[in-house]
């Protein structure tokens, strides 16, 4: 059984996972991080998203083994302890969550959309936001979280630097 060493949310972690062991069964089950959810199983619905190396991708059709040495970052990752991620707080904010089932991914997804447009249009976010399936609601309040919470990226990151 081969053995996978990664770093998850910035700490280092390692464990035995069969070879065809997904990503999100590693981080669920083994983790026990449950905040990234599986919906479809097949890489279509979008609530497995996480970032490796800081990209976003679907993790219920990622081997486990492909992500050694990787830095993951989960749902789970993104506050900074008790203070909400700028984008997470955006979807508070603007109510761009219903039943929440697809929150997690669709907030990992608009994080790294921030990072490479910190002003994305509606058009633009809802084009990123294609691989990402809401069931409860139409799009419109998570489109503005995610155009507030790229804004709020943006000013945190100015003030920053």
């Given at each position: 059984?081969?053995?996978?060493?990664?770093?998850?949310?910035?700490?280092?972690?390692?464990?035995?996972?069969?070879?065809?062991?997904?990503?999100?069964?590693?981080?669920?089950?083994?983790?026990?991080?449950?905040?990234?959810?599986?919906?479809?199983?097949?890489s279509?619905?979008?609530?497995?998203?996480?970032?490796?190396?800081?990209?976003?991708?679907?993790?219920?059709?990622?081997?486990?083994?492909?992500?050694?040495?990787?830095?993951?970052?989960?749902?789970?990752?993104?506050?900074?302890?008790?203070?909400?991620?700028?984008?997470?707080?955006?979807?508070?904010?603007?109510?761009?969550?219903?039943?929440?089932?697809?929150?997690?991914?669709?907030?990992?997804?608009?994080?790294?959309?921030?990072?490479?447009?910190?002003?994305?249009?509606?058009?633009?976010?809802?084009?990123?936001l294609?691989?990402?399936?809401?069931?409860?609601?139409?799009?419109?309040?998570i489109?503005?979280?995610?155009?507030?919470?790229?804004?709020?990226?943006?000013?945190?990151?100015?003030?920053a630097?």
């Amino acid at each position: 059984m081969p053995k996978v060493s990664l770093t998850v949310n910035g700490r280092a972690v390692s464990a035995d996972v069969e070879g065809r062991t997904l990503l999100v069964q590693l981080l669920r089950e083994k983790l026990g991080l449950t905040g990234t959810h599986v919906g479809c199983d097949t890489s279509q619905c979008g609530a497995c998203v996480v970032h490796i190396d800081g990209k976003s991708v679907k993790s219920c059709t990622y081997l486990a083994v492909a992500a050694e040495g990787a830095n993951v970052t989960t749902i789970e990752g993104l506050a900074n302890g008790n203070e909400l991620h700028p984008m997470q707080a955006a979807f508070k904010e603007h109510h761009g969550l219903q039943c929440g089932f697809c929150t997690p991914g669709m907030v990992m997804s608009a994080v790294d959309l921030a990072k490479r447009n910190s002003n994305p249009s509606e058009h633009e976010v809802r084009e990123w936001l294609e691989g990402n399936i809401c069931r409860c609601t139409g799009y419109h309040n998570i489109v503005k979280a995610v155009q507030a919470g790229a804004k709020a990226m943006a000013g945190a990151k100015a003030a920053a630097d």
